[in-house]
């Protein structure tokens, strides 16, 4: 007769919670949890006592099936504790030491409760494993799919900063392009820039893609989009910062952009200055011809 290995683990953890809790805690000090100072010592006791606690209750039931209704809200939290661990900034390491370290206290537990029974101290050692290994792996793809979404909203955070849409003047904006620019950073320029344009009633667009690496086909072919979506809301676009090399590279590709473009930022608004019908022009020579004028 197979030898129920959930009911000796349940009547363990029950009869040594406190020795349990106090050997795990230990362990996830010795293992470094606190020393990042990303969580207080109160916290983690508080994490350990609820998860060993609804762990207890969950093989109480008589379930050993992870998946199983029983052990919902065991997985909840154990949710909670990977995506809180995520967003502090825990390693992966240090996420799964939380349940796997559970391990060693158990089992030196069942030593001491079913002492001289190695049938029971095996099975219900194997009923552990399987449990714990099932909480381990949880608790790594909630942290997993938790941290991608943290890397995603902070790379699209970067790319909106990165972008800017910058008020030269009346009318004239300008969009400073900074590293490469792929088909996700191409929808947050043309939104960024077409809001702009429509908040600020701009006529002309300066794209300067002074800080762009390279250009190539596609980067040509993203711009081209950014420059017909200007268009399409009325305002004509200037490209500046061409470098001799991106320049020679265009032509070696045979990368035609069919827009005016500029070596700098500077000749670029002053091009745009005059399009609207406006000069710069020195104080001085301003003064001088006014004086001219008034004999």
């Known amino acids: 007769m197979e030898i129920d290995g959930t009911q000796v683990l349940v009547r363990t953890i029950t ?9 795990w805690l230990a362990l996830l000090k010795e293992g470094g949890s606190l020393q990042t100072g990303r969580i207080r010592e109160a916290e983690l006791q508080t994490q350990a006592k609820v998860v060993l606690g609804q762990l207890r209750d969950a093989l109480a039931s008589g379930q050993s ?3 199983s209704e ?3 809200s065991l997985r909840e939290t154990l949710g909670e504790i990977s995506r ?21 206290p158990i089992f030196e537990a069942l030593g001491r409760t079913q002492a001289g ?7 219900a050692t194997r009923s552990a494993s399987r449990l714990l290994d099932r909480l381990g792996l949880h608790t790594m793809e909630v942290f997993q799919t938790s941290r991608e979404e943290v890397i995603g909203r902070q790379t699209q955070e970067i790319a909106e900063l990165s972008t800017p849409v910058v008020r030269l003047w009346d009318g004239i904006l300008a969009l400073p392009l900074i590293g490469t620019l792929d088909s996700a950073r191409t929808g947050v320029v043309m939104e960024n820039l077409l809001q ?15 800080g762009v690496p390279t250009v190539d086909t596609l980067v040509a072919q993203h711009l081209l989009k950014a420059i017909a979506a200007a268009r399409l809301m009325g305002a004509d676009c200037i490209i500046s910062g061409i470098r001799p090399q991106i320049a020679q590279t265009m032509v070696h590709l045979g990368v035609e952009l069919n827009v005016v473009s500029k070596a700098t930022l500077a000749d670029a608004f002053a091009l745009a200055l005059r399009r609207t019908g406006r000069a710069v022009v020195r104080k001085q020579a301003a003064a001088t011809t006014a004086s001219e004028d008034r004999r």
Do not use: N
């Open 15 to 23: 009869d040594e919670e406190p020795a349990i809790l106090m050997a």
């Open 65 to 67: 099936d992870f998946g």
């Open 70 to 72: 029983a052990y919902a």
């Open 84 to 104: 809180s661990r995520a967003i502090q900034g825990f390693s992966s390491t240090d996420t799964a030491k939380f349940v796997f370290s559970l391990k060693e």
């Open 117 to 123: 029974d190695a049938s029971l101290i095996a099975a």
């Open 196 to 210: 702009a344009i429509v908040d600020e009633e701009a006529e002309i667009a300066i794209i300067d893609i002074t």
